[in-house]
Each structure stands twice: as structure tokens, then as C-alpha cells.
């Protein structure tokens, strides 16, 4: 099979996932589906970029992933919480943001690692406004 087409079928099977319209059972199914495809992906030079993507998919869906993501999800809810001085906010922020980045930390998978920070983003926009309130 030529890399795009696995390619395609991989895309097609990993945004279900992304989206959430595939659970861990049916993503662990389309893994299996997909590994004999992407061993006889030609050009052979492109096999390892499939091995790999299937490689970090899988990761993806390995229970101490799940339970990083969780964390760090609790952790946003928790730092980014309504209440208190703008003072209290932007300290609560920043301790998220540092709890977040530790768990990130944990893990070698650069995708994963890459997703938990993402949560990040919504924390640093909140010290951002905070400081931009306290300047005014």
C-alpha cells in the first residue's frame, strides 16, 4: 500500500479519536487494524513515519495517558476556578500552570506531552488578563 493511503485511512480513523467520536476499545481496534497496513507501506523509507504515528496514537490511548490528561484536566478546572481577589486568581493560575507542566513532564511522548501543556494556553490567557486588569 503506498503511504498515502494509509495515511488517509489512519487521518480518517485518528480524528474519530481526536473528536471523540471513537472510544479507547475502537481506537485500540483501529491500531490493530492499521499496524499490518503500515508494515507493507511503500515507499519503505516512509514506514517508519506510519510505525511512528501509530506508535504515538497508541500511547495516546494507554491508561497512564488517560489518567495524565485527567489530572491535568482537574487541575485546569481547580487554577482557573472564579473566586477571590484578582491577586488570589493569578497565584491560583500560576500554581495550574506549574502543576500542569509537572505532569506533562512525566511522560517521553512528545504529542502527549505536547497536548497535556496545550491546557496551559487557557491559563496563561487568564494571569494575561489579570495583569492586564491590574494595570488599569
Not at 495515511?7 to 473528536?19: G, M, N, P, S, V
Not at 500511547?59 to 472564579?82: H, I, K, Q, V
Not at 488570589?88 to 507542566?101: D, H, L, P, S
Request: proline share 2%.
Amino acid at each position: 500500500m503506498h503511504y498515502d493511503e494509509f495515511f488517509a485511512q489512519y487521518k480518517r480513523a485518528y480524528e474519530l479519536w481526536t473528536f471523540g467520536r471513537l472510544d479507547v476499545d475502537g481506537a485500540l481496534a483501529e491500531l490493530e487494524r492499521l499496524r499490518p497496513i503500515a508494515h507493507a507501506v511503500e515507499p519503505a523509507d516512509r514506514r517508519a513515519t506510519a510505525d511512528c504515528l501509530l506508535a504515538q496514537w497508541a500511547n495516546e490511548t494507554s491508561p497512564a495517558a488517560e489518567d495524565r490528561m485527567a489530572r491535568a484536566t482537574t487541575a485546569l478546572t481547580r487554577a482557573s476556578a472564579d473566586g477571590g481577589t484578582a491577586a488570589e486568581r493569578k497565584a491560583r493560575a500560576e500554581a495550574g500552570i506549574a502543576e500542569i507542566t509537572a505532569i506533562a513532564n512525566e511522560t517521553t511522548d512528545v504529542a502527549e506531552r505536547y497536548a497535556v501543556l496545550g491546557l496551559n494556553e487557557t491559563l496563561a490567557k487568564l494571569v494575561d488578563a489579570l495583569d492586564r486588569e491590574g494595570l488599569r
